[in-house]
């Protein structure tokens, strides 16, 4: 039976948005980010982050002192009653850093590719999942992939916002104050309503003729 997810963005949702996070000292997690998560571990959905850490890349943290830093998050999750189920990150850069990172990938968000891991590594129907982010293209992301989409106005979402108006700009499904309203709504809404089964379906179909016409496309090619 396929799981649900919520995923997280880190930087601006989780923890303070500051730049290149270099060091667990300069990790200003939310005071209320444990309880975000702490609810979305009482429903029996996976919490899970993805995040681009191209500071890797481009030489100003090492996957080492990341790990640090995640340790840290969960170090203080952990203190508020709240675990990650997983972390996926992407250290690469396009342009940056020394040829071991500097790639075009599939897993720096906007790209997929850490989605798809967690989707295979945990059993996650992505249909039925939700994206909490600060940014737009991460919102165009996971509408592509049909997830849910909340933008939080923490971080760069309240600026993000403000661009609304003027750019073609998706339209997430959702906007909340900060993660533990956003948090609050996906959670009450998965307990008042089935999901709209018909759209889902709709969804999980294209998806899946997406999948395999690119098989028979690989199959073909053989
Ligand atoms: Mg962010
Ligand atoms: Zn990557």
Same mark, same amino acid.
């Given at each position: 039976m ?29 005071p209320?980010?444990a309880?975000a ?9 996976l919490?899970?982050?993805?995040t681009n850490q ?5 030489g100003?943290?090492?996957?080492a ?5 995640h340790?840290?998050l ?16 992407c250290?690469h850069h ?5 040829p071991?990172y ?7 968000k906007?790209?997929?590719?850490m989605? *798809?891991a967690?989707? %295979?590594?945990? $059993? @996650?129907?992505?249909? &039925?999942?939700? *994206?909490?982010?600060? %940014?737009?293209? $991460? @919102?165009?992301?996971? &509408? ?7 933008l ?18 998706p ?16 959670v009450?809404g ?11 379906k709709?969804t999980?179909a ?17």
């Amino acid at each position: 039976m396929p799981r649900i997810a919520i995923f997280f963005d880190r930087d601006g949702v989780l923890n303070e948005e500051v730049g290149h996070i270099a060091k667990a000292s300069d990790l200003r997690v939310y005071p209320f980010a444990a309880e975000a998560v702490r609810r979305v571990n009482e429903t029996g959905v996976l919490a899970i982050v993805v995040t681009n850490q191209s500071g890797i890349a481009r030489g100003l943290l090492s996957e080492a002192s990341l790990k640090g830093i995640h340790d840290r998050l969960e170090e203080v999750l952990d203190f508020g009653g709240a675990r990650l189920d997983d972390i996926y990150y992407c250290p690469h850069h396009p342009e940056y850093g020394t040829p071991q990172y500097r790639r075009v990938c599939n897993c720096r968000k906007p790209n997929p590719g850490m989605l *798809f891991a967690a989707a %295979r590594d945990h $059993e @996650i129907d992505l249909t &039925q999942s939700t *994206f909490v982010t600060d %940014r737009h293209r $991460e @919102i165009a992301m996971a &509408q592509m992939l049909g997830l849910q989409s909340v933008l939080v106005l923490t971080g760069y979402g309240r600026s993000e916002r403000e661009q609304q108006g003027y750019v073609n700009m998706p339209r997430p499904d959702l906007i909340a104050e900060d993660v533990l309203h956003a948090v609050q709504s996906i959670v009450s809404g998965m307990s008042r309503e089935k999901p709209n089964v018909a759209a889902r379906k709709a969804t999980s179909a294209d998806r899946a003729t997406c999948w395999s016409s690119r098989s028979t496309h690989g199959e073909g090619a053989r």
